[in-house]
DNA sequence: CTGAAAGCGCTAACAA
DNA sequence: TTGTTAGCGCTTTCAG
């Protein structure tokens, strides 16, 4: 049935020879359904229009072989690897903070999910990585988390023409397909009225030192507020990577002699380090200072009191950004723009509520009730 | 200084078309470099013997035209991906749960990491993922976390012939290459001597309902232990996957007229549970209930009062799996054993020492000391 | 509607 | 030493 020697010279005595000893190629499936390779192709991926007999014997047979397609040879056929990169910004030598940890694995659980029901897959891939991992794997686009300005991975990958999207908005000119962030600014003023209104009046912040865009967008927006309410800004910045530097943070402010009535800490573990100041300081909370942090994390309807958190929807934002770049990645045109805002969420607790909702409460070891 | 119209044929006057437009090939960069592909090859690899000047001009002149070698090639070629796959167990669709946030995060930075470090990156794939998922990507070998027995995922790599290693020692008779696992039993006993030995009479356990390894071996350890020291077991169960269910669980444990005076909790969020859970029963902690919990969360140090924690040492499981699993890929032999067995640690904190540090404590509400 | 053949871009034998 | 060539396993025009 093939035409042996007609004008092929070296191919005329090995008529199926497997790649790799124990695997089985198309060629071998090909044969053992008595089709041709092209048949093999088709069936398997619902291409072309075969009878529906040819299509489920192929199937058959291939699955009788342990038939498995080579990932590499498709990638480099087809030119898409059904790979997506989630670049996390890396301190030191290691991916993302302790700080952010359940922000991260919360979006990164989300991205996982996403991806995969629409048939990619997720490599995890620090910004600092060595240049040759970078080129080692095939992406067919990547998911920044929170670039820097002019940042040189970002601005290499969208060289290559690959597509990339930002979690967080970019800074500076970065040249990203989309992006998907917060209204940082606004959730901060929320906020920070939602203390006031339970009575704050004079509001702290615990911040970073970092000049990522949360941090920035966050404290920018916090001395607006005070200057448009008129008070004074109070504030202790910290190095949010360090997992130490947070509780000594704290402590210096609320042992400030300008000592906050309420404090916001932008950072995760903030809540429980405020919390532990607090107690040494005898502060009451939410009696002698209101409390509200920044985290994913639901120890704090735990806590004693439970804290106010601020939540950035890690998993919305996780979700949208995949789901934008596997747009991008195959050529869906969005009529709406490329920029995504997702809602935060306040989970109002006991410690930002001067007044707690429990209408029953034996008197605390404190006499004073205003 | 190419010999041109030899005795080929087709290939007479499209001397470099590259392939994708926008990217250099490694053909554009011989030509630009005047010499043959193999040399580009060679030079880029480092594999061959050329003179250093025609190396660094090579480099030279692809760094200039941007070349970055096509990674599917090169993996079709070689046989080789640099891509590990990290296998995460799902519960519903998402992949690993609430509970090992902190457990999960801090071992895939760590895997991630060291993967890093020896060239490789890690690809996120949940074991239910859809089959097409698996097959599409090229993968040198694979890191499972908590394989279940006759995994079906593991017995598919392994029959490909791919190296496995997991995190948790494989139930039943799973093939593996290697695996890395805590002694939990030893580590539940010792826990629970110390709590023994800090006054505690009858100790009880917040275990989950699931038939994993871990939860499985560490509730056996608890009975063992008991039936050794003749405590009838006390016990409550819950689906670890359901963030509220634990809350529930401590409350009843707490609620049993058979009240334990010390209680181990099997997951991270336990600790604040069952303070929680005291806190409305009026226990005081450490004196009238002991807390352990385990967990690799830092917000047990900041707690009222601190809580012990068991930390499984997720850096290091992680760390060890990734350099045995590569140790595989590239065939280096192990004299040892590729079993390993990671030691726990017990951050010994207020909630589990019946004699705080603080000397000044007003007697606790029961007087019965014997 | 099916099959043969041409590569995708690279590496590793071999040939010069 | 450097260059030529044959594929890795698959998809995909293009003939039949």
Request: aromatic share 6%.
């Amino acid at each position: 049935m093939t035409a042996a020697g007609k004008h092929q010279v070296s191919r005329t005595e090995t008529p199926r020879r497997s790649g790799r000893p124990g695997r089985a190629g198309i060629r071998d499936v090909a044969a053992a359904a008595g089709v041709s390779i092209t048949t093999v192709s088709d069936a398997l991926n619902g291409k072309g229009r075969l009878p529906d007999a040819t299509r489920s014997h192929v199937r058959e047979v291939a699955e009788r072989l342990g038939y498995r397609p080579s990932a590499a040879a498709r990638t480099l056929r087809t030119g898409k690897s059904g790979l997506i990169g989630l670049t996390v910004t890396t301190y030191g030598d290691e991916p993302f903070t302790f700080t952010e940890f359940a922000y991260f694995a919360e979006m990164a659980r989300a991205a996982t999910s996403a991806a995969l029901a629409r048939g990619y897959a997720l490599v995890i891939l620090p910004a600092t990585s060595r240049h040759d991992v970078w080129s080692n794997v095939a992406l067919d686009g990547t998911v920044v988390i929170d670039p820097s300005d002019q940042d040189p991975v970002v601005t290499e990958l969208v060289r290559q023409g690959l597509p990339v999207v930002s979690d967080g908005r970019p800074a500076g000119a970065l040249p990203v397909t989309a992006w998907v962030d917060n209204d940082h600014r606004a959730a901060v003023l929320d906020l920070l009225d939602h203390l006031a209104a339970a009575g704050a009046r004079r509001i702290g912040l615990l911040t970073g030192t970092t000049t990522d865009t949360y941090t920035r967008l966050s404290t920018t927006a916090y001395l607006h507020w005070c200057e448009r309410v008129g008070q004074d800004p109070v504030y202790e910045s910290y190095p949010a990577h360090d997992p130490c530097a947070g509780a000594v943070a704290a402590d210096r402010l609320l042992a400030r002699p300008d000592r906050p009535d309420a404090v916001y800490g932008l950072f995760d573990p903030n809540g429980t380090d405020l919390l532990a100041a607090a107690r040494r300081y005898g502060l009451r909370v939410p009696e002698d200072l209101l409390l509200v942090c920044c985290s994913e994390s639901t120890v704090y309807a735990a806590t004693e009191p439970p804290i106010t958190t601020l939540s950035l929807k890690p998993r919305h934002i996780g979700t949208a950004v995949v789901q934008l770049l596997i747009d991008a990645i195959e050529g869906v045109e969005h009529d709406g723009p490329v920029e995504q805002v997702i809602p935060t969420e306040l989970i109002v607790r006991t410690s930002s509520q001067r007044r707690p909702p429990r209408t029953t409460v034996s008197a605390p070891r404190s006499p004073s009730r205003d």
